[in-house]
């Protein structure tokens, strides 16, 4: 099957685009250009920063897919820049809950850890973006050498646990936690599938 020659998007673009989400509830916190928060305005920024770090990581895994459909290398380049920003989203979505929501209340915290699972789920997803966001850099893939791509597997299960922590959160319609599983589903089900092609292929060399 050839390839689509279908370039990455340029950095700016991504990072105009990976940045939007942030610039509108920031606009809408401040009444900017007819912009407004609705009447929940902490809600509305917990959603949100919360919906565009699942968005965003879903996004980071299709990346490499991109690159094996287009056979453009350059794919690559654009995926440090979307999990930095995941990073950036889930951090925030986490802060603002605790800060805004709860007004740092740790009594009232450890109730809603205990009313609301989800939350050690989602948390959990955070702690494992944090390795993968200080060693994004390139001085960081130098040192680790080999196990800076094993230490970058941890976005597998944060995906998992991201996408689990959305849909244990969703009350009555589950549409919507549905179609992101399923997506992730197709997204880790095709790395197996190119692991099981490489290891073939392998063998077949080898004999």
């Known amino acids: 099957m050839g390839k689509l020659g279908v370039p990455p998007p340029p950095k700016i673009w991504v990072f105009a685009l990976a940045a939007a989400p942030l610039a509108l509830l920031i606009a809408g916190a401040f009444g900017v250009a007819g912009q407004s928060l609705g009447p929940n305005p902490i809600r509305e920024l917990t959603h949100v920063t919360g919906k565009t770090a699942l968005n965003l990581v879903m996004i980071t895994l299709m990346v490499s897919p991109a690159r094996a459909l287009t056979g453009d290398p350059r794919w690559l380049r654009i995926r440090r820049m979307l999990g930095l920003w995941t990073f950036a989203y889930a951090a ?5 809950y605790i800060v805004l929501e709860l007004d740092l209340d740790l009594r009232d915290l450890g109730r809603e850890l205990v009313k609301r699972p989800f939350i050690w789920v989602g948390a959990t997803a955070l702690l494992g973006l944090l390795p993968l966001a200080v ?3 390139d001085r960081w893939m130098r040192r680790l050498g080999r196990r800076w791509q094993t230490l970058h597997w941890l976005v597998y299960p944060v995906a998992v646990l991201a996408v689990w922590h959305y849909w244990w959160q969703v009350k009555a319609d589950l549409r919507e936690p549905l179609l992101y599983a399923s997506v992730l589903a197709a997204l ?7 692991r099981w092609q490489a290891h073939l292929a392998r063998g077949t060399s080898v004999n």
């Not at 880790?188 to 190119?194: P, T």
């Open 188 to 194: 880790l089900a095709w790395r197996v599938w190119r």
């Open 92 to 96: 925030l979505h986490l802060i603002i």
């Open 135 to 137: 060693t994004s850099t």
